[in-house]
């Protein structure tokens, strides 16, 4: 059985270096993961990356309080279709799927962190959807999606080579994975597959040498009284 608290204090800021994880094994075969935050055994709060070997499948399952998933390498396939390397998947509260694969794949994995509210099912190719400019020159984006001024955020984004970004508040906490290039802030530098978590209120900015692309996730981390 996993642990039920990794990473699970989310007034803390995190840093993984997830290329240098373990994998471990999952409940069925051919299906690892390495896991970067969760509350709770099996059925999980959680955020994790999950490698699905060539040929393996996953059991049919019910996502009570929804998933999104974002394929990283490879194709990831279920009974609504294929899913190659970009594509962004959000599964709402209530649906059900039988994940498996034909090549193998990696994804980034969010388990029950949607509200019941939440009845859309989203299907994005990110490698060829439009970003569009940001506010700093040499910064665009790709909404994946958007809750309002009280929910998440999901983004894509693309730092040019050479790009600071002015330092930010973060109110309601954000989520950075790393996909290719490189990232600095005030804290350090990091390199491709580095999971950030900055906590609500936090501030920070960004920049890059070589140029980045990056998943982020932010307002789901507000304190709660």
Avoid at 9 to 38: C, H, N, Y
Avoid at 91 to 112: A, D, E, F, M, Q
Avoid at 195 to 208: C, E
Wanted: proline letters at 7%.
């Amino acid at each position: 059985m996993p642990n039920d608290l990794i990473n699970a204090d989310f007034s803390r800021r995190i840093v993984i270096a997830t290329d240098e994880m373990p994998w471990s094994p999952s409940p069925l075969p051919g299906v690892e993961r390495r896991m970067l935050d969760r509350i709770g055994g099996e059925v999980a709060r959680a955020t994790s990356l999950v490698r699905y070997a060539p040929g393996s499948a996953f059991s049919p399952h019910l996502h009570e309080l929804g998933e999104g998933f974002l394929v990283l390498d490879g194709i990831f396939s279920d009974e609504h279709g294929d899913y190659p390397a970009g594509t962004y998947v959000r599964n709402p509260p209530g649906s059900r799927h039988t994940p498996r694969t034909g090549p193998g794949c990696t994804i980034l994995v969010k388990l029950r962190q949607m509200t019941p509210a939440e009845q859309r099912r989203t299907v994005i190719d990110t490698k060829r959807a439009r970003f569009e400019p940001r506010e700093s020159a040499g910064h665009t984006q790709l909404v994946l999606h958007d809750a309002g001024a009280e929910g998440e955020l999901v983004t894509m984004e693309w730092l040019d080579a050479g790009i600071s970004l002015a330092e930010t508040d973060c109110p309601g906490g954000e989520e950075i994975l790393l996909l290719s290039g490189d990232l600095a802030d005030e804290h350090g530098e990091y390199g491709s597959g580095t999971w950030i978590r900055n906590p609500a209120g936090h501030r920070r900015g960004l920049r890059s040498k070589g140029g980045a692309l990056f998943w982020a996730k932010r307002g789901h981390l507000r304190a709660t009284s």
